[in-house]
Structures are given as structure tokens and as C-alpha cells.
């Protein structure tokens, strides 16, 4: 190799493009795929919650007669798939953190872990006093509050503006359908949320594509 390769450019105006040129490719390399983050959890909204609304529709009515535990199923099944494939994009991207950074991706995945089983130890306790819209209804409620919440959370420890406006949006779609109450609530957050994270997903990329 050239000594010469190895030496810092005379130029400053060299110099600051190459730490530029450094600095983008280390972020390209730390920032994961949006489509890999947002598409999964999108597709587990759209489904699971549009076969909350077949078979749960607005005043008991049934669009297509699933079974009751279907939909929650269905659900629950997609999300844990989600969870796994967006688990699995930022390890990819951020295994090689350390320090603060890695600490505070451990503790808010942590606390995603400790809200779903608090989710799930609440909801199945009294599940069962209920009919089965207003089960369905206090499921993806609370499930989606606790998201919408946690996306706003890691907003504000990560400065990131698209995900805490995401944790705004998915919270008020949940505040406006858990209003309009068993079947409202279920196609609000098919269409508008799972739409919404596909759409996010899509336009991240578009701007990571653009700035690489």
C-alpha cells in the first residue's frame, strides 16, 4: 500500500468531505431498512385488525362468519412474526453499538416485553367477564395504546420526529375508534394504522434511497 494513501488530505475542503463521506457511510450502515421496521408490523395491523371488522362489524353485525377466536389469533400470530423480523433488522444494523446507545436500545426493549405482558396479564383477566366485541375491543385497544405510546417514547430518547409523530398518530386513531366503539375501531386501525405504517415504511425508504 501507498504511504501516501494512508496520509490525511492537505486540503481542508478535502479533509471535510471526507469525514462527510465517513460520517454518511457509517449512518447508511447503522440505519436499517424502514420496510424492514415499519411493513411487517403494517401487514400484521392491516390483516389482523381487518378480521376484527369482518367478523366484528359496527351494531354486531358479521361480514364473514369466522370463528371468534380467529381474528385475535391471527392477530397475535402476525405481530409475534413482526416483532421477530423487525428484531432481527436492528440487530443487524445496531449489534455493533455500544455504550449509551446499545443501553438505551436493550431498556426499550425491554420495556416493549414488559408493557405486552402487562397488556396480556390485564386483558386476559377479565376477558372473560365480557361479549365477545368488547373483548376483541379491549384487546387491540390496549395493544394498540401501549404502541402508540412506545413509538412516542422512543421519539423522544432517540430525537427521531417520524416515530414520535407516528406514536401520535396510532394514539389517536385508537383514542377515535375505541370512542366509536366494537368494529369502528377495527377498521380506523386496519386502514389508517396499518395503512399508515406501510405508507411510513415506504416513504423512509424512498428518503434513505435518496440520500444514499
Do not use: C, K
Request: aromatic residues 12%; hydrophobic residues 50%.
Amino acid at each position: 500500500m501507498n504511504v501516501e494513501d494512508e496520509l490525511p488530505p492537505a486540503d481542508p475542503a478535502a479533509a471535510l468531505r471526507l469525514i462527510r463521506e465517513q460520517q454518511a457511510t457509517a449512518t447508511r450502515r447503522l440505519e436499517p431498512d424502514p420496510r424492514a421496521y415499519y411493513w411487517p408490523w403494517g401487514l400484521a395491523w392491516l390483516i389482523g385488525f381487518g378480521l376484527f371488522f369482518l367478523r366484528f362489524s359496527p351494531n354486531g353485525r358479521v361480514l364473514v362468519d369466522l370463528p371468534t377466536w380467529l381474528p385475535l389469533t391471527v392477530l397475535f400470530v402476525l405481530l409475534g412474526a413482526a416483532g421477530i423480523v423487525s428484531g432481527v433488522a436492528s440487530a443487524r444494523a445496531y449489534g455493533d453499538v455500544t455504550g449509551d446507545s446499545a443501553r438505551r436500545g436493550t431498556w426499550y426493549g425491554w420495556s416493549w416485553f414488559l408493557g405486552f405482558l402487562t397488556v396480556f396479564a390485564v386483558a386476559g383477566r377479565v376477558s372473560d367477564s365480557l361479549p365477545p366485541e368488547l373483548t376483541g375491543l379491549l384487546w387491540s385497544a390496549l395493544s394498540v395504546g401501549l404502541t402508540g405510546v412506545l413509538h412516542m417514547a422512543g421519539g423522544a430518547v432517540w430525537l427521531d420526529r417520524r416515530l414520535f409523530l407516528l406514536g401520535v398518530w396510532i394514539t389517536v386513531l385508537n383514542v377515535l375508534g375505541s370512542i366509536a366503539g366494537p368494529g369502528w375501531h377495527a377498521l380506523v386501525v386496519a386502514v389508517a394504522g396499518g395503512g399508515g405504517m406501510i405508507l411510513a415504511g415506504l416513504l423512509g425508504w424512498l428518503r434513505q434511497r435518496d440520500r444514499r
